[in-house]
């Protein structure tokens, strides 16, 4: 049973890990970044809970918004390249990230044992669930509630003008500058909002696994950031979820059986997918229960002078 | 109300445009003609800011557009469609107007209402934009699955969607048949009416003589006359930059 | 600053330049791949390490002498290239540039299971040249193996030359490059261009990825993330789609890196290789000879 409660904590995280890139790649960017985002959540809501004692609830989301304030920071100069340049520049500043953790060693005392980040050996005993009691459905539970809010959330903007200005950017960046958006701050907000879900991510993840270290924050864990968007498609959250959970569920676990071959069978399933289903899993577009009814839909209109 | 001072454009040692004035009045629907290559795109581009002038300056009603950003200039009520249509494909029709509420009184709107509530696609001037561009059948269509026509439609009144002081049209024709056209010259004067000024950039000359007030002739980057139609079809200047350089002397004499 | 010092420097400088044809031939086949298609493939260095293997096995399997191991290699990463191509490019919509990226990223991830597969994730020895044998400048001193992989990259690189610049397929692919519409009018396939552009920078990727696991002496499947990053990376700092630029980028990068490693130490060395690329990024975007049009 515990088995299938770690799988749905796994899939939880990486369904924030995959809703950060959502958000950006709605603008039609592509951003590395997303890694290094988790990482600096992960570290500071481990060094919160673990290091200053502070509560979980707090922990993550103190992770969360520093990390948008450094995306947002990051983004400014960033997204004033796009396309080829910008996977580079936020790769770089992911790599950047996670060996600045690499190289990051600050542990205080607590009860007469060291904790903190040390270094290559990475942070260890953020054993805060097991410390205050959790059992795993608890955490389970507490995953899952955190995903459903930054789910509603994003659904909520979707459906929102700035969801549709996301879209615009996105889709058209000359026609949306014409009609008065400013690019620069579609495009950062996306980038505090993306860091904010991966700090979230991030924060959790770390007190899942109790022992963060740099290499997990690397490349691979970027390109996961954004495949799982892509795969599923942009037209809604769903698309993402259904990702993670094709990726997560079906590739890795489902595939357990055919043990190291599934590796190879995933890659060949992602590249299968986009030949097939170029526009995602899901597609572009919402699916039909979830769009928007028309509301007071009006008789057919008068007849059209064309 | 619009003005171009002095206003020149370089790309590497080509003048696209070069010190060209220009003051168009308020109420007004301005012709800009002038063979392919003269920089009649161009300049709508310095007007929006698409492009920076190398020299000189644009304003509206006084205010110096020129330093200003693309999304700045259109609160300032700089609007535009182009030459070939960009909708936002990905949006439904009413979401294309939405997205295009950013103009002067629009961003005065309390920050979370204005970008956070949801349902605004379904707003009283959208609506009324809808019913004035007759696309309000279609309103919950993708943009890109409609006919030609009606993009260009929904392009025009996603620029007035900003409520704009000004409204550039760059080759609104281009594509359309005789009748389009027709319906258009409707159109744009029914913009006017809606107290907004026209900018209007195009190669059909039936329909620039017919609706035009006064009218602008570049040619190689220069302005070579002003006027009212009238005077303009009269230049000497104007059915040699025609008679020289293509075939469209004809419809400029017969229109 | 004391005379050891400045030899350690001029040292590490000298190491690094050489090292850094390596990863100009990397950027060059990123670029032109995004030259002609304008799409990135992100599974290129792993292909290029992928070829790489294949030279290795003929090197495990018949003893094959180095030369052999190398030109395997990187006819290997030639027609690997051409298979990525086919699974990633050539079938899904121009529409959707999305979806070759993600393509291609499926496909760098088969290949680096496959490889770590094949290799059991162990690292194998490499056959290389001259590594015996050291040029003395001074107190300056140049490896033997790494002048021999210079040598390489530069006639690997002349050669390219040759075929761009003196052939019909290098005509073409120019062409493509530069107005593919046009292109496409004149009567040039472009698939075709496509394909063999793949296998050119797939060759280019082999030799690359051969001469890097000859200066090491030994070939891992991790070094494929390392040839994919930096080759991004010389890429940008080149300016996209500029051969020459890829070039000095990678001059570039292979000399940073050997200077902030002497400066930093190995663990930190990265660090500002990337704060570089950051900087160089956002303040200069169009790279050392694009153009600045890539920034909006």
Not at chain 1, 139 to 153: D, G, P, Q, S
Not at chain 1, 161 to 175: I, K, N, Q, S
Not at chain 3, 22 to 30: K, M, Q, R, V
Request: charged share 15%.
């Amino acid at each position: 049973m515990d088995f299938y409660f770690g799988l749905l904590q796994i899939f939880g995280v990486h369904t924030l890990l995959g809703l950060s890139a959502y958000v950006v790649l709605l603008t039609g960017q592509v951003s590395m970044a997303q890694a290094g985002f988790y990482a600096i959540g992960a570290y500071t809501a481990g060094a919160g809970t673990a290091m200053f004692g502070i509560h979980i609830l707090p922990a993550i989301i103190v992770a969360g918004l520093v990390t948008a304030v450094i995306a947002c920071i990051v983004g400014f100069p960033a997204l004033r390249v796009k396309g080829l340049m910008l996977v580079v520049a936020t790769l770089a500043f992911g790599e950047m990230v996670r060996l600045f953790f690499f190289n990051l060693t600050w542990q205080v005392d607590r009860g007469g044992e060291l904790v903190g980040p040390n270094g290559a050996e990475g942070f260890r005993s953020i054993r805060y669930f097991p410390e205050h009691g959790w059992e795993v459905w608890h955490v389970t539970a507490f995953i899952w509630a955190v995903v459903i809010v930054v789910m509603v959330a994003l659904w909520w903007v979707d459906r929102t003008r700035a969801g549709a200005v996301l879209r615009a950017v996105g889709h058209d960046e000359t026609a949306a500058q014409s009609i008065g958006l400013n690019l620069t701050a579609v495009k950062v907000g996306a980038m505090t909002a993306g860091g904010f879900i991966a700090g979230l991510g991030g924060g959790i993840y770390a007190h899942t696994v109790t022992h963060i270290e740099h290499g997990v924050f690397g490349v691979l864990l970027a390109t996961f950031a954004i495949a799982y968007p892509i795969l599923g498609g942009l037209g809604s959250v769903f698309g993402t979820v259904i990702a993670v959970l094709f990726i997560q569920g079906f590739l890795i676990e489902g595939l357990r059986f055919l043990g190291d071959w599934r590796s190879l069978l995933f890659g060949a399933l992602i590249v299968l997918a986009m030949n097939l289903r170029p526009t995602g899993l899901l597609g572009e577009h919402a699916p039909r229960w979830f769009r928007r009814r028309k509301t007071g839909s009006e008789p057919l209109e008068l007849k059209e002078a064309n | 109300m619009l003005t171009l001072e002095n206003l020149s454009k370089l790309f590497g040692g080509v003048r696209a445009v070069d010190d060209v004035s220009l003051t168009i009045r308020e109420g007004e629907i301005f012709g800009l003609i002038g063979p392919n290559g003269s920089g009649k795109s161009t300049t709508i581009n310095l007007i929006t800011g698409l492009y920076t002038p190398t020299t000189g300056k644009v304003t509206l009603d006084g205010h110096d557009l020129t330093a200003m950003a693309q999304h700045e200039r259109t609160s300032m009520g700089v609007a535009r469609t182009f030459q070939n249509i960009r909708l936002f494909g990905n949006l439904t029709v009413a979401q294309n107007l939405w997205v295009a509420q950013n103009g002067h009184e629009q961003r005065r709107a309390h920050f979370l209402a204005r970008w956070f509530k949801a349902g605004g696609e379904h707003g009283p001037d959208i609506e009324e934009l809808l019913r004035f561009s007759q696309l309000h059948s279609k309103r919950d269509l993708q943009a890109n699955a409609l006919s030609f026509g009606e993009m260009r439609r929904l392009e025009m009144a996603r620029a007035l969607a900003s409520n704009p002081r000004v409204l550039l049209l760059d080759e609104p024709a281009a594509g359309a048949s005789q009748e389009d056209a027709q319906l258009l010259a409707e159109r744009i004067r029914a913009v006017r009416d809606r107290g907004v000024t026209v900018l209007l950039i195009e190669h059909m000359m039936e329909l620039v003589m017919g609706i035009t007030d006064r009218i602008a002739v570049l040619n190689f980057g220069r302005k070579i006359a002003e006027g009212s139609p009238a005077e303009v079809q009269m230049n000497e200047d104007v059915r040699a930059a025609y008679l020289g350089g293509s075939h469209k002397n004809e419809e400029l004499v017969h229109a | 600053m004391d005379y050891f010092f400045i030899i350690d420097f001029v040292q590490s400088l000298a190491d690094g330049l050489l090292f850094g044809t390596t990863y100009a031939l990397i950027g060059i086949g990123f670029t032109l791949i995004f030259g002609v298609m304008r799409k990135l493939n992100l599974a290129y260095g792993a292909a290029a390490l992928a070829g790489t293997y294949v030279g290795l096995g003929l090197f495990l399997t018949f003893n094959a002498p180095p030369f052999v191991v190398f030109l395997a290699s990187a006819i290997g990463a030639g027609l690997i290239g051409l298979v990525v191509y086919y699974c990633c490019f050539r079938f899904t919509p121009e529409a959707h540039p999305m979806a070759s990226l993600l393509a291609s990223v499926g496909m760098l991830l088969f290949l680096e299971e496959m490889m770590t597969h094949v290799s059991h994730g162990m690292p194998h020895p490499y056959p290389s040249v001259l590594s015996g044998a050291t040029l003395e400048l001074g107190d300056i001193w140049i490896r033997g193996d790494l002048l021999f992989v210079f040598g390489i990259c530069v006639v690997a690189m002349a050669l390219l030359f040759w075929l761009l610049y003196r052939t019909p397929l290098g005509l073409a692919t120019r062409a493509v490059s530069q107005q593919p519409r046009a292109a496409q009018l004149c009567g040039i396939d472009s698939a075709r261009v496509n394909a063999l552009t793949f296998v050119i920078a797939g060759v280019l990727g082999g030799t690359a990825g051969a001469m890097t696991a000859a200066a090491v002496g030994i070939l891992s499947p991790i070094i494929a993330t390392g040839l994919t990053v930096k080759g991004l990376i010389v890429v940008v700092i080149g300016g996209l789609g500029s051969i020459p630029g890829a070039i000095i980028g990678g001059l570039l990068v292979g000399a940073a890196e050997n200077i902030f490693l002497l400066l930093r130490g190995v663990t930190e060395r990265d660090i500002y290789v990337m704060l570089l690329l950051f900087l160089f990024l956002t303040l200069r975007p169009g790279g050392l000879f694009g153009s600045a049009a890539t920034r909006d």
